[in-house]
């Protein structure tokens, strides 16, 4: 996939398990498979779990984390030839086992649009190494160097 590729929902939906509200992308625009993605998530205030505080909704650091993860996981699902198939049977699970390192470096209202960006690392026995970041206008929200590791079946 190149840079002007782009992958919409119904392309997510068959290569992640996860599914609205939990579903944390709206667009992917860029894919090196299993090695680079970018992707989009307008934050719009209807997401599960975001919190009411005094001059409206924040969208949470962790499900910018999850919105990170999820972007991995296309990375990892993405097949080699592009072709995806109808049934979803490419959904394989990624957990996030161990998290490094996590900056927030502000605060995020509803409204937004997030930029993510995520570059991985293959390591032994299926782990990958993933280092993600999530932009608004540009400037970093968060910033985070976590492992994924394959959930087993």
Avoid at 2 to 9: D, F, R, V, Y
């Amino acid at each position: 996939m190149t840079q002007g590729t782009a992958l919409e929902i119904e392309d997510l939906c068959r290569l992640l398990p996860q599914r609205p509200p939990m579903l944390l992308l709206d667009r992917v625009i860029a894919l090196v498979p299993r090695s680079h993605a970018v992707g989009i998530k307008l934050a719009t205030g209807n997401e599960y779990g975001l919190s009411l505080v005094r001059h409206g909704f924040v969208f949470p650091s962790s499900l910018a984390l999850e919105a990170l993860a999820q972007l991995a996981t296309v990375a990892l699902n993405y097949p080699p030839d592009g072709v995806l198939p109808k049934d979803g049977s490419l959904a394989r699970r990624y957990l996030v086992s161990e998290l490094e390192q996590m900056e927030i470096e502000q605060e995020m209202s509803t409204g937004d649009r997030i930029c993510l960006s995520v570059n991985l690392d293959p390591l032994a026995e299926g782990e990958v190494a993933v280092r993600g970041v999530a932009h608004l206008g540009g400037t970093p929200f968060v910033t985070a160097t976590f492992r994924l590791a394959p959930l087993a079946a």
